[in-house]
DNA sequence: TCAACTAACACGTTTGAACGGC
DNA sequence: AGCCGTTCAAACGTGTTAGTTG
């Protein structure tokens, strides 16, 4: 337990943060990261992992991850890059995921990388798992966001610190686009090693596939069906489908081009690896819009009066890193400048509550 | 017509319970 | 009884894929 009233670090407290795994992180960048989010939720990769330094060692802090909007769009997959296709959707009501760890102490924090990775993404905006909700098809950036605090309904607002890393914009998906990326996730993630191999069996060759629209009642219809077939599967494929699965089957060759393969990457290219902490002393003081009442009345002992808005200070713009509209490079992107703001400025960095919901 | 979405699938990894030896 | 290592099955996570929607 921390000894209360111990001094804590100044507003221009030495907290850092620097992104692991960067060389990956830059690597997927590079090609234009995709993340697949799908309604049940799904992890991310590269995952993300932090390493924290700087922190008081017997002080408490709250680590927790949140995602903003890169900008006011909505994209689509065109030949081979990335279009915008119109204005954002609205906003969700955001979302942050608590390390399960927090609150802990800052030699906890600082003694390995802090790792994200049971961190789940959706576009069910009815999701009541806790993951975090995204719009698909549309640009977000990670932020880590580090408090102090004794415990997670106690956190001092005044002494956070938020870190960003460039490198690791993505665009939200519910299937890849971009085969490169495809690749790059085959080849490193451990969970898709099954699709490494050229040789792997081919699979599903005319298998049943209910679809988007599928409802229960058309479901029933099929099943019942006295027809010997469902969508067209006669004896004859079951019997290759069997086949196929027995593994004697005919194999698939790779989708992807045999010239693909690890990239040099350019390192002045790169964006930088460290985040600087955003120190919240210069920023305007911004209140929380839509805390998630539950989250409090979690809280043990509440006493259900209402709570004092926390304050929160925010940068007054969008994260200092290089824009990624046409003037960042050939990029995958194609982005329309903004009116009167920088190339691939977040617009909505300001508005963007922190911890507007909590979820872990 | 087509981009976007969905969910079952095969396959590999991770996790944790059960077990045996010391 | 407690610890440690091994085994094994279930759970989990992955990209693929084809049907469906709008």
């Known amino acids: 337990m ?16 620097s992104l692991e795994d960067v060389d990956l992180w830059t690597e997927f960048y590079r090609v234009g990261t995709e993340m697949v989010i799908t309604k049940s939720g799904r992890r991310m990769f590269p995952q993300c992992k ?5 922190l008081v060692p017997y002080l408490k802090y709250v680590v927790l991850a949140d995602f903003v ?6 994209y689509k997959w065109a030949k081979d890059q990335w279009e915008v296709a119109g204005k954002a959707e609205p906003q969700l009501p955001g979302r942050s995921y608590i390390h399960p760890d927090s609150p802990a102490y800052g030699s906890h924090w600082m003694k390995e990388p802090v790792s994200f990775h049971k961190m ?7 999701d009541q798992h806790g993951h975090i909700i995204l719009h698909s098809m549309h640009r977000y ?16 607002w005044n002494l956070f610190q938020v870190f960003s890393f460039p490198q690791t914009v993505f665009i939200s998906v519910t299937a890849y686009q971009n085969e490169q990326i495809t690749k ?11 699709f490494r191999e050229q040789g792997r069996k081919p699979r599903r060759a005319l298998r049943f596939s209910p679809g988007r629209g599928l409802t229960k009642e058309r479901l029933r219809e099929l099943v019942s069906s006295p027809e010997p077939e469902r969508s067209g599967l006669t004896k004859e494929d079951a019997a290759d489908q069997a086949e196929a699965r027995g593994g004697s089957g005919p194999v698939s060759s790779s989708r992807f081009s045999p010239l693909w393969g690890p990239r040099e990457l350019n390192q002045t290219e790169g964006p930088p690896g460290e985040a600087a902490g955003t120190s919240p002393g210069p920023y305007p003081v911004y209140r929380f819009q839509d805390f998630s009442p539950g989250l409090w009345e979690a809280v043990p002992g509440s006493d259900g009066r209402p709570r004092p808005e926390p ?24 982005v329309p400048a903004l009116d009167g ?5 977040s617009a909505d960095w300001a508005q963007r509550p922190i911890l507007s919901y909590a979820c872990w």
Do not use: M
């Open 120 to 126: 789940k993404l959706t576009n069910n905006t009815l």
């Open 69 to 74: 909007s890169v900008d006011n769009f909505r």
């Open 184 to 194: 790059l996730k085959i080849d490193n993630n451990p969970f898709a090693k099954g």
């Open 141 to 156: 950036q990670p932020r880590f966001l580090v408090a102090q605090a004794d415990d997670l309904f106690n956190v001092c």
């Open 341 to 345: 703001a920088a190339p691939g400025a």
């Open 311 to 334: 304050e929160v200070r925010l940068p007054p713009h969008g994260p200092p890193y290089p824009a990624y509209g046409p003037e960042a490079g050939p990029g995958p992107w194609l």
């Open 2 to 17: 921390a000894p209360r009233g111990t001094p804590a670090p100044g507003p221009h407290s030495p907290i850092s943060a």
């Open 50 to 54: 932090i390493r924290l330094s700087g």
